[in-house]
């Protein structure tokens, strides 16, 4: 199926300045994510592998004890329970995330 | 874990002007797929759920019997088994493809 952007999609603001937009299949979820400059995704972990690419801007992330400072095209796994964070500098952000399995606390 | 583009990758071309650059975790497959204008991806299926989004470019998509003519930002679900492909005409397609479980024939 085809999605349209962005009414076919289930949106968060789990913090300020930071919006989420799902939409899953069986076993995967794509996560549609949008970051203000000067916001943060605090420090978590899950039981869902994540993968993710940059869309747009810049983002400090960190994966477990490695920091980076992404842009347009970066790529990354974080494994299963493995802590992740970052933050907007000056810049928004804009990722896609996969999720295996979809991440229940979005559904 | 953070990858460097394109050397962390295991690169295909399965048919001239598809070059697929793969990355897996242990539920996860990323695939960076770019197409030249004018080439194709054959309609084929496979049972590892997959999720997209087109990254830059345009691509004709076919799901199932719906076909659409997709550009930046669209994604899409293609379910377990289920017939897919697509063209390029004039234009280039850089698509961000997911799998899981990671796509057996790409590993």
Redesign the interface.
């Known amino acids: ?3 349209d ?1 962005p009414q076919d999609f289930k949106a968060f603001e789990p913090v300020p300045g930071f919006l989420v937009r799902v ?1 899953s ?4 979820m ?1 996560s ?1 994510v949008t970051l203000a400059p000067h916001s943060e995704t605090p420090l978590h972990r899950h039981s869902e ?3 993710g ?1 940059m ?1 747009d801007g810049e983002f400090e ?1 960190t ?2 004890d ?1 920091t ?1 400072f ?1 842009k347009k ?5 974080v ?2 329970n493995t802590m992740h964070g970052g933050i907007t500098h000056n810049e928004h952000a804009l990722i ?1 995330d ?4 979809p991440r229940e606390t979005y559904r």
Request: proline share 6%; aromatic share 14%.
């Open positions: 199926m085809f999605y952007f939409v299949g069986e076993r995967l794509l549609h592998e994540q993968m690419i869309l992330m994966i477990g490695e980076r992404l095209g970066d790529m990354y796994l494994p299963a896609l996969a999720f295996s399995p």
